[in-house]
C-alpha cells in the first residue's frame, strides 16, 4: 500500500463524519488523481505480461514481472 493509500482512507474516514475542508477536497482528488495513474500502469504491466505468456516469451515475462514487484513494492 502506497501512503496515497493511507491518506485516500484517512480522507475517506473524515468525509463520513464531516464535510472536507478546502484543502482536504485538493488532498482527496489529488490521491484520486495519483490512484488512478497507479492503477492505471500496474493494469498496463499485467497486460503485458499476459501478452509475453501468451507468445512464451519467459524472459520478457519475468522481465515485466520484475517491473510490477518494483511498482507495487515502491509505488509510482
Known amino acids: ?10 480522507l475517506w474516514v473524515i468525509r463520513s463524519r464531516r464535510p472536507l475542508t478546502d484543502a482536504e477536497e485538493m488532498d482527496f482528488a ?5 490512484n488512478a495513474s497507479y492503477i ?6 499485467k497486460n503485458l505480461s499476459l501478452l509475453a505468456a501468451m507468445t512464451n516469451d519467459t ?3 519475468r522481465e515485466i514481472s520484475r517491473r ?9
Open 1 to 10: 500500500m502506497l501512503p496515497v493509500h493511507e491518506r485516500l482512507a484517512e
Open 30 to 34: 489529488h490521491c484520486l488523481e495519483v
Open 40 to 45: 492505471r500502469q500496474l493494469a498496463h504491466l
Open 59 to 61: 524472459e520478457w515475462q
Open 68 to 76: 510490477i514487484g518494483k511498482l507495487t513494492a515502491e509505488g509510482i
